[in-house]
């Protein structure tokens, strides 16, 4: 059983910054394969936003279209944490923002299917104000 916590989640101006951390307990990353970001904004249905998978070296990372550029995903092994940091943050960026966790290889549009993860956190809420 793996359990996720996200953290990080706030009120931001746009163009501001904020990173957001999604801490795993229980099975470790080398039980997990790959982690990603999903986020729901008021009326919306979820939708991806960024994945790491391994045990590619380097590790793989996919972002949707809208935060390349913008969101940097990355892992740290010895703290079992997955971050998720966005800068130039704008108001569609409202949502919240909830973490994943898979045990399968994932690659390409797989990574992307939330189908495909396993283990989900509670989701923390970000606001981006005009």
């Known amino acids: 059983q793996v359990r996720l916590v996200e953290s990080g989640g706030g009120l931001v101006r746009a163009g501001g910054s904020l990173r957001l951390s999604c801490a795993a307990s229980?099975?470790?990353?080398?039980?997990?394969?790959?982690m990603g970001w999903f986020r729901q904004a008021p009326g919306k249905e979820r939708e991806f936003v960024a994945a790491?998978?391994?045990?590619?070296?380097?590790?793989?990372?996919y972002y949707v279209d809208s935060v390349k550029g913008r969101f940097t995903i990355s892992r740290d092994n010895l703290k079992n944490t997955v971050y998720l940091r966005m800068n130039s943050l704008k108001p569609e960026d409202t949502a919240v923002y909830y973490c994943?966790?898979?045990?399968?290889?994932?690659?390409?549009?797989?990574?992307?299917?939330?189908?495909?993860?396993?283990?989900w956190g509670q989701g923390t809420q970000v606001t981006v104000s005009s």
């Open positions: 994943a966790a898979s045990t399968q290889q994932l690659a390409n549009s797989r990574a992307t299917d939330p189908q495909k993860y396993d283990y």
């Open positions: 229980g099975r470790t990353f080398t039980e997990s394969l790959a």
């Open positions: 790491i998978t391994w045990p590619w070296s380097p590790d793989k990372t």
